[in-house]
């Protein structure tokens, strides 16, 4: 890497171990490098609102406040200049390619070894993408799950927030709470996102969101409200 360049990195990850053996590895990578960190998907929004100069995020898929590719999918709704990299123990081949399909620029898995791990972000803050060499990318999606991502990447950030919130099983009051807006407000984007989404009632859009999370959210999540 190019030794008087300046890098921002942050981490995303709950486990403060696995946020240790990243920082170690990206500090052994770059000469001057910045890098913050946090545990919740609340206090990775609450940095990027006042950082958003950020030259890469290494983002877990499933940390409290999201799971799946919500998280992925807001970041990149939010902050489009911003790469993203997932960095994940879920390593199958459909969970690398959504990754991929909701315009992550790399997958990690987190058993790749510290060389292979600082490589692969070498490339991608060069402007490259890197994932698995043994992980065929090619085979798509099917068209029913096809038409429904991109359903999903009609979104906007904050439609995204309150549909991984409605999965969560929160009320209206509750999610306008946290997003410190008025309920009418959480009405308003509920209504955007069935409408787009192609759905009837808020179970409907939660079941569709756990379609695209092949599995990944659970099931039977409460949708009241």
Not at 131 to 141: E, I, M, N, Y
Request: one cysteine or more; hydrophobic letters at 45%; a negative charge.
């Amino acid at each position: 890497m190019t030794e008087d360049v300046q890098y921002r990195l942050f981490i995303a990850d709950d486990h403060p171990l696995f946020r240790g053996a990243l920082r170690e590895a990206v500090s052994g990578l770059l000469e001057r490098v910045t890098i913050a960190e946090a545990g919740t998907f609340d206090d990775v929004v609450a940095f990027l609102e006042q950082n958003g100069d950020i030259d890469l995020v290494l983002l877990d898929l499933t940390m409290p406040g999201t799971r799946g590719f919500s998280g992925l999918m807001y970041l990149r709704a939010q902050y489009p200049s911003v790469p993203v990299v997932v960095v994940s123990a879920s390593d199958d081949p459909a969970t690398i390619r959504r990754c991929m399909e909701f315009g992550a620029s790399g997958f990690i898995p987190k058993t790749l070894g510290v060389d292979d791990m600082r490589a692969a972000i070498s490339r991608i803050l060069g402007g490259g993408v890197w994932t698995p060499p043994d992980v065929d990318l090619t085979t798509g999606s099917d068209a029913e799950a096809a038409e429904l991502m991109a359903r999903m990447a009609t979104l906007t950030p904050q439609q995204v927030r309150v549909l991984m919130m409605l999965s969560e099983g929160l009320l209206n009051k509750q999610i306008a709470f946290q997003l410190g807006v008025s309920e009418a407000t959480v009405k308003a984007h509920v209504s955007a996102i069935l409408q787009k989404l192609g759905v009837e009632s808020r179970t409907q859009a939660v079941i569709a969101a756990a379609r695209i999370e092949a599995g990944q959210w659970p099931q039977g999540m409460s949708a009241e409200g």
